[in-house]
């Protein structure tokens, strides 16, 4: 919970603001009992002198790992200042938030933020990660915040690696392989990473969980002595501990104590597959005793590639504890593994600056981007990096683009396919897909906006009509690829829904005389040529002069025609600006 803390009238009305556009909170007025609060809450917030504030709170301050975020607010609202806890706890965070509740400034003095560097502490927070350093944090850190000569080894792919490397410092050098580091350049190292290097002192490493067991053991194994010795296997693996993300077994060993210890004591899930599930695995080394018990040739290796559906970072290892054994194999999150991969990214429909900032991102970091000729703007990629490789494939057939991801791939490198709008819609991506599934590619998609969006904010146009317009279709008319009868234009056309028309503009003359079937002659049209592009042009006209103005205008490709009389609509009234509506909701919010 939050607590809002004030000492006066005003410093209540601004907390009651506060609370009112959004922040959760408490409001307490002149509390007593300031080591409970700093021990029950997850954030302070003071509204007042940030001398009573911290005369206050002082005698009870532990630790910048245990203590909550403390702000102070003037009793104007005008300047929102952390106190303790700026990264650890999130005083940082929450301070932006309220200043863009009260309109004043956020008063950020922590020097990782008013340098724009990395706020090391703060990252396994953010992103999922455990921190491991080599030597004293506070030292290592201020190595970094001095701008001292960097290593950073990234040897796993997950948001925070796309981050560091979207967003690296100029005394930064970013390394894929621990062998390339010569520790003896750097002040400091850091490696996000699962594996164990001897890199020196001055490292600080961070554990995705990345690595998932498999295990296997003889009933009645100690606990302790198990865990103790699963430490020391790992590390002989050059895994670290903290970098595992589960574990698991067979579906009789479930209920072996040591596992569930294990699992509450590292804080990992644990999980349990059928015999069947296991045996469809093929592992180094099977035994005819271990199937005869449980019905599978290998627990531990079949158990962690169940896990991960991926291959073995390390194979099985058997170990003693007293009398019994156990075993115990690794893999790696396919996810997460630093290897080729291919990213289908929508560009948005033209404007450099309407691609997500994720995909920009993914831009950024690409060892190759393969875009989409003449249907998606060059500008796009002007974000690649130094020594990237950029080629249009407007000129390529389908097995050319395949062949061309795949040389970079089976480098371990990263490929950027770039579609225009978003790749789901007539992106042509379903073939390369098939492609990439056969030869065992790793790929992924990240959405873009699509040009039918682009067109109802060029039109400032809803598309929808409150009772009377509430679908959008999203087709084509029929050219050298056939459409199926079902979706033959004429019959989408009964519904008089909002109809968003792609690749068409070349067959104007047939879409007309299928659209007149159930549209009137004076619905609106918008033909909207290469919508958002520099070149951008939009022509308004009704169903009956459609051919007629796509031909006197000349327009043929990137073209997008929508139809309906939701274009331009300023009738209607939404049920959520219904004054009745409003009132019941906001009574059955407060109920």
């Not at 459609?546 to 274009?567: D, P, S």
């Amino acid at each position: 919970m939050k607590k809002i803390i004030t000492h006066s009238d005003k410093g209540e009305a601004l907390a009651s603001q506060l609370t009112e556009n959004g922040l959760e909170a408490d409001i307490i007025r002149s509390p007593k009992n300031y080591q409970q609060l700093l021990e029950e809450n997850e954030a302070l917030i003071f509204i007042g002198s940030l001398g009573i504030c911290v005369r206050e709170i002082s005698p009870f301050i532990q630790s910048k790992t245990t203590d909550p975020a403390v702000i102070n607010i003037d009793i104007n609202g005008q300047y929102v200042q952390p106190v303790i806890s700026g990264h650890l706890g999130g005083a940082n965070k929450l301070s932006k938030e309220i200043a863009g509740l009260t309109g004043g400034l956020p008063v950020i003095t922590t020097v990782s933020d008013t340098s724009d560097l990395w706020a090391l502490d703060n990252l396994p927070a953010q992103f999922n990660w455990k921190i491991e350093p080599t030597g004293n944090l506070t030292q290592l850190t201020a190595a970094f915040v001095n701008m001292e000569k960097t290593a950073l080894l990234l040897e796993v792919r997950d948001k925070g690696t796309l981050y560091m490397e979207t967003s690296v410092p100029r005394h930064v050098d970013i390394f894929y392989s621990a062998k390339e580091i010569s520790p003896e350049n750097y002040k400091l190292i850091i490696a996000v990473t699962p594996y164990m290097y001897e890199l020196g002192d001055s490292v600080i490493y961070y554990r995705p969980p990345s690595i998932h067991l498999g295990l296997g053991s003889q009933r009645g194994i100690n606990n302790h002595k198990f865990i103790d010795d699963l430490r020391e296997a790992l590390k002989a693996n050059k895994i670290s501990p903290l970098s595992i993300a589960s574990i698991a077994t067979v579906e009789m060993k479930k209920d072996e104590e040591a596992f569930n210890v294990l699992s509450e004591e590292w804080d990992v899930p644990l999980y349990s597959y059928d015999n069947t599930a296991l045996s469809n695995y093929k592992t180094s080394t099977p035994s005819q005793k271990v199937e005869e018990i449980t019905g599978c040739g290998s627990v531990s290796e079949a158990a962690a590639m169940h896990s991960s559906e991926n291959k073995l970072a390390f194979s099985k290892t058997k170990r003693k504890i007293d009398n019994k054994y156990y075993t115990v194999a690794g893999a790696i999150d396919p996810k997460m593994e630093r290897k080729g991969f291919v990213e289908f990214v929508g560009a948005g429909p033209g404007d450099p600056e309407l691609i997500s900032v994720k995909g920009k991102k993914f831009l950024k970091t690409a060892d190759l981007i393969l875009y989409a000729g003449s249907l998606v703007p060059k500008e796009l990629t002007s974000f690649a990096k130094k020594g990237c490789v950029v080629k249009s494939s407007a000129n390529m057939d389908l097995q050319t683009q395949i062949d061309t991801m795949k040389s970079f791939y089976d480098r371990g490198l990263f490929i950027v396919r770039l579609h225009t709008g978003d790749p789901c819609v007539y992106g042509a991506i379903q073939e390369q897909m098939t492609e990439l599934d056969k030869l065992n590619m790793n790929y992924h998609i990240t959405p873009g906006i699509s040009s039918f969006q682009a067109a109802a904010s060029a039109l400032k146009s809803q598309f929808t009509i409150p009772e009377e317009v509430q679908s959008i279709i999203l087709t084509r008319g029929e050219g050298r690829t056939p459409v199926p009868e079902k979706e033959k234009l004429h019959k989408l056309a009964a519904s008089q829904s909002t109809m968003c028309i792609f690749l068409s503009a070349s067959l104007v003359e047939k879409v007309q005389s299928e659209l007149e079937v159930h549209y009137p002659p004076e619905t609106p049209v918008a033909i909207c040529y290469k919508l958002t592009w520099k070149d951008e042009k939009i022509y308004r006209c009704t169903l009956a002069t459609m051919t007629e103005t796509i031909r006197k205008n000349h327009i043929k490709m990137t073209t997008l025609i929508a139809v309906g009389k939701a274009i331009d609509n300023r009738s209607g009234k939404s049920k959520l600006y219904d004054t009745n509506f409003s009132h019941a909701y906001r009574q059955q919010k407060q109920e």
